[in-house]
Each structure stands twice: as C-alpha cells, then as structure tokens.
C-alpha cells in the first residue's frame, strides 16, 4: 500500500519550493529537449529570459500551486521552444527546476501563446501548475 499524505501537507510541500527557490526567479526557455536533470548543463538555444514576478505562485491549494501574476518574456533568439528551465535569483548556474514546453492545450508542464519565437516577439506564458503527488 502507498503512503498517503493529507491535501494540508502536500499544500505546505509545495509553498516551500517557492520560499525556497524565492522572490524573481530567472525563467529560460530553450529550444529541444531538456536536459536529463537539472544538474545538467543548459541545452538548446536560450530563446528568451526573463525574471518571474515577485509571487510568482499563487498559494497551494488542493494539492495544486499555479503561476501567479502575468508571466512574458521577450524574445532573445529565433526557434521553437522545447523546454523551460527556472533558475534562483542571483545563481543563473544553478537550475531548481525544468520541464516541458507546449502551445496551450498541448499538455506540456507549461504552456505558452506561441512556441515559435523570434527576436524581440513578446512571449505569454498562459498556464502553470505544479501538482503535489502522493493524493
């Protein structure tokens, strides 16, 4: 049988990634796949690079925390976007978390309004969410 934990914990799980990650973190996104972990060296083509509102997540909820605040970059090279990297204030080297990028409704861990980017275009990030397991 799997271990179970209450909808409080994995709520208080969640709200100390961004405690710990904390306030403006650098968001990449890059073209291909990601790298194997986010110990890995960056991979692709930094397409665009911005810092995250302040709260950048809205509060855990349900087992749930989603991106708070309006989320774009702006365009710092030409290509399709394949994944996203976050990165700690002040340590652009030390990635905290990566995942797969989409157009919105393709199912990746974030999607964007576009995910061919050019030099300069302003990208949105419409959707989110980071889900705790162990429901």
Known sequence: MAIQLSVRVRNARLDVIESDMGATPIVELRSGAQPANC????????????????????????GTKAKAGTWTLTGLAGGDIGHF???RPGS????????S???TGGGGDM?????????????????????????
């Open 111 to 135: 999607t964007v309004d576009n995910i061919t980017i050019a030099l300069a275009q302003i990208c949105t990030v419409n959707t989110f969410v980071l889900t705790d397991g162990n429901a």
């Open 39 to 62: 110990a890995a060296a960056g991979s692709g083509t930094l397409l665009a690079q911005s810092a995250l509102p302040a709260d950048w997540l809205a509060a855990a909820s349900g």
């Open 101 to 103: 990028v989409t157009a």
């Open 85 to 87: 990297r976050i990165y």
């Open 92 to 99: 652009p080297s030390e990635c905290d978390m990566q995942g």
